[in-house]
């Protein structure tokens, strides 16, 4: 098992980044998000439309970040999560299965790493040009990105062949790491 913590501001490219690297890897791999329940919730009981305005942006992020406050909430409900379906999986899927989890909060990045040490990797999605209709949301989550030292750091400023390419090669060092 390993844990891809999976970082990098709004429209970093990191979903289409774990799609390719999914369309490459001949093993298991799983996309979550520390952010997926107050996702759910806002849905269900806030009239969220699922769409990623910056009104929302901000909303989701303070959810999460009172939840995180109040009892560690994000963290311990995906560490729970991974554990959970890593039980039900058979040997051999247990040992090359990757679960990519979102995570912006640095201190909530930190957490993964001291949970799952050496299981862990951090990567950073960086997009140097934005244009103005993608630049960074003005919340903490996104604009705290780089405030980490991650283990590996892609940037995506090309095209998605580009980031496919990166995909790719960071599959290769996977295969390597285990």
């Not at 939840?67 to 560490?79: K, Q």
């Amino acid at each position: 098992m390993m844990i891809v913590i999976i970082s990098g501001s709004n429209n970093s490219g990191k979903d289409q980044f774990v799609e390719f690297f999914i369309e490459q890897y001949r093993y298991k791999a799983f996309n979550w998000s520390t952010i997926d329940e107050i996702k759910l919730l806002s849905k269900k009981h806030f009239d969220w439309n699922g769409k990623k305005t910056e009104p929302a942006r901000k909303f989701l992020a303070e959810m999460k970040r009172i939840w995180a406050e109040f009892n560690n909430g994000p963290f311990t409900h995906m560490v729970k999560k991974i554990k959970y379906h890593s039980e039900k999986l058979n040997k051999k899927n247990k040992e090359n299965v990757i679960y990519f989890i979102h995570c912006r909060e640095p201190e909530e990045i930190q957490k993964f790493k001291e949970e799952f040490k050496d299981k862990c990797i951090t990567v950073l999605l960086k997009r140097e040009e934005r244009p103005e209709h993608k630049k960074i949301a003005d919340n903490h989550a996104d604009m705290n990105v780089d405030n980490y030292y991650y283990d590996k750091i892609i940037l995506n400023n090309g095209s998605k062949i580009d980031l496919k390419l990166e995909a790719v090669r960071f599959v290769e060092e996977i295969k390597n790491k285990k």
